[in-house]
């Protein structure tokens, strides 16, 4: 299936399930979309979106699923393309402590992965709660599948672990800073930061503007010749049904 094919019907089903989620009200979702094109000196195209939605089965059970997908060109050259998808659950031990499992897939060629699959458990604790401050962290296991562009692969177990703070200034304006670190236990040169800071300003109800800036490090990547480190700045719309 081509990018622009997959993109397409990747924005349709965003636009198409936000409605009938807002009718349900132990549905959330959060979309963000950017779309860029030019044309005559400076010939580019660079689209990318993401959903997060959520559903809360009991006071105890919730569970969410991600999606991403980025896709850039730069006159007749592709210069991006990745996406990826995690499904998670989450059980609510105490108000701040929870346990999870997760899964998901992702593909991103221009840093060397034809395929990476992982699945595994999570504990999390919540160290504030708010209403100004929110900050909770996460460590967990995961076993990974990666297939690289090199035509090798590898199978490993890794440690996981998660920061995330978020900083209320007003009802409408946010900030947003994660980190998160993956381990490779067989080969301790291989690990993996991935960084995300964000500010998020309330538009009304429904909308919302965020401008954030990506950081991706891999010490050990596969190819060797690639680059280590990925970043990327971006202004995004975010469609809210809560």
């Not at 967990?140 to 200034?169: I, K, V």
Request: charged share 25%.
């Amino acid at each position: 299936m081509a990018p622009r094919t997959i993109i397409a019907v990747l924005v349709f089903a965003l636009a198409g399930s936000l409605p009938a989620l807002a009718q349900l009200y132990h549905w959330t979702d959060e979309a963000e979309l950017s779309f860029v094109q030019t044309s005559g000196n400076t010939d580019l195209v660079s689209f990318s979106a993401r959903n997060l939605l959520k559903y809360r089965f009991s006071e105890k059970i919730e569970g969410s699923w991600r999606l991403a997908a980025l896709y850039g060109k730069t006159g007749s050259e592709k210069t991006a393309e990745s996406y990826s998808t995690e499904l998670r659950g989450n059980y609510l031990i105490t108000e701040r402590f929870y346990a999870s499992a997760l899964a998901g897939w992702m593909r991103d060629t221009f840093a060397g992965k034809d395929s990476r699959v992982y699945a595994g458990p999570a504990l999390g604790y919540k160290f504030l709660l708010g209403p100004v401050h929110l900050l909770s962290g996460e460590v967990g296991l995961l076993y990974a599948r990666e297939d690289y562009t090199d035509d090798t692969d590898e199978s490993f177990l890794e440690g996981r672990a998660l920061g995330s703070y978020e900083y209320l200034f007003s009802d409408k304006n946010r900030f947003l800073q994660s980190v998160e670190f993956f381990y490779d236990f067989d080969d301790s040169r291989n690990y993996n930061v991935l960084s995300e800071t964000a500010m998020i300003s309330e538009i009304n109800g429904y909308l919302s503007l965020k401008a954030g800036y990506f950081v991706a490090y891999d010490h050990c990547p596969t190819p060797e010749t690639l680059k280590k480190t990925d970043t990327r700045l971006a202004v995004t719309l975010i469609v809210n049904f809560r």
